[in-house]
């Protein structure tokens, strides 16, 4: 069974940074892309960033590229999005993702899902 298990959120002023994590179980890690997305209320889920299988490969939105950043730890089964020169409009939840089939692309498709983190940007 996998599991995504994000943390890192929190509230910051806009023109700041934070880092998320997420925490990977349940399968070989290292076989599969890895991506972020974020919600807001009332607005689809969009895709943030996603990483290659091998982390050879990274995909950004418009909005992100520049401020933001994914990587990952294979020996660590951990996921990572650092996050700079904030904005009010990254205010959302972000959730981690994980395709199902093996050796994808950063642009998934992606099938699972964690429980999502609140990032906060104060102007």
């Known amino acids: 069974q996998v599991q995504l298990v994000e943390s890192g959120g929190g509230l910051v002023q806009s023109g700041g940074a934070l880092r998320l994590s997420c925490a990977a179980s349940?399968?070989?890690?290292?076989?599969?892309?890895m991506g972020w997305f974020r919600q807001t209320p009332g607005k689809e889920r969009e895709f943030v960033t996603g990483?290659?299988?091998?982390?050879?490969?990274?995909s950004y939105a418009d909005s992100v590229k520049g401020r933001f950043t994914i990587s990952r730890d294979n020996a660590k089964n951990m996921v990572y999005l650092q996050m700079s020169n904030l904005k009010p409009e990254d205010t959302a939840v972000y959730y981690c993702?994980?395709?199902?089939?093996?050796?994808?692309?950063?642009?998934?498709?992606?099938?699972?899902w964690g429980q999502g983190t609140q990032v906060t940007v104060s102007s």
């Open positions: 990483i290659s299988w091998s982390g050879g490969s990274t």
């Open positions: 349940g399968r070989t890690f290292s076989n599969y892309a």
């Open positions: 993702a994980t395709t199902r089939s093996h050796y994808s692309g950063p642009g998934g498709p992606y099938t699972y």
